[in-house]
T-cell receptor, first 115, second 115 residues
Framework: AQKITQTQPGMFVQEKEAVTLDCTYD???????LFWYKQPSSGEMIFLIY??????QNATEGRYSLNFQKARKSANLVISASQLGDSAMYFC????????????FGAGTTVTVRA | DTEVTQTPKHLVMGMTNKKSLKCEQH?????MYWYKQKAKKPPELMFV???????INESVPSRFSPECPNSSLLNLHLHALQPEDSALYLC??????????????FGDGTRLSIL
């Protein structure tokens, strides 16, 4: 079974608008971490934001915020005030347990910001 | 600039060649990773080194041979590769085991083409 599901293969957003990228996950481990990465066409994977399973508040990092709904097993990324430089592929990933090195990645969502 | 440095950025090699990919980090991380990524797909884990010892080998063909000379360096030796091995190879590092809320930090990758 897929551990991370990203159902939006591609999205278009107008510059300065907000965009929400969906991510749902599946795990039976009570301890897990959720990560979002951005990958521009240049190839580098850039870490954006982290949410832990025990965190009470939604994570925020600048223009990035994570809408964490634990009961629904969703961890959607919200990018506010989109910029042209936000055009990239975005991956949601999960690590289960404190001793597991593996990251389970979703299929990714391509975001294109229009001027 | 990323804190994980990969060289070379591009590599073209024949199927009979031997080459090496190099990765270096100076963040004091004790876990280092090799991933293979095909276009528009998520990264696939190949190897994990933890405290300079091979911790995970995801059933990677023996034509890929990893090496961790010290805690800052990670190599991937390539020999007799096949055209389907053409991909982006990403190196990553993270803090050691038990620190699951810390992200993996990725390099820019090496784009490998097999002729």
């Amino acid at each position: 079974a897929q551990k991370i599901t990203q159902t939006q293969p591609g999205m278009f957003v107008q510059e300065k608008e907000a965009v929400t990228l969906d991510c749902t996950y599946d795990t039976s481990d009570p301890s897990y971490g959720l990560f979002w990465y951005k990958q521009p066409s240049s190839g580098e994977m850039i870490f954006l934001i982290y949410q832990g399973s025990y965190d009470q508040q939604n994570a925020t990092e600048g223009r990035y915020s994570l809408n964490f709904q634990k009961a629904r097993k969703s961890a959607n990324l919200v990018i506010s005030a989109s910029q042209l430089g936000d055009s990239a592929m975005y991956f949601c990933a999960m690590r289960e347990g404190p001793n597991d090195y593996k990251l389970s990645f979703g299929a990714g969502t391509t975001v294109t910001v229009r001027a | 600039d990323t804190e994980v440095t990969q060289t070379p950025k591009h590599l073209v090699m024949g199927m009979t060649n031997k080459k090496s990919l190099k990765c270096e980090q100076h963040m004091g991380h004790r876990a280092m990773y090799w991933y293979k990524q095909k276009a528009k797909k998520p990264p696939e884990l190949m190897f994990v080194y933890s405290y300079e010892k091979l911790s995970i080998n995801e059933s990677v063909p023996s034509r890929f041979s990893p090496e961790c000379p010290n805690s800052s360096l990670l190599n991937l030796h390539l020999h007799a590769l096949q055209p389907e091995d053409s991909a982006l190879y990403l190196c990553a590092s993270s803090q050691g085991q038990g620190v699951y809320n810390q992200p993996q930090h990725f390099g820019d990758g090496t784009r490998l083409s097999i002729l």
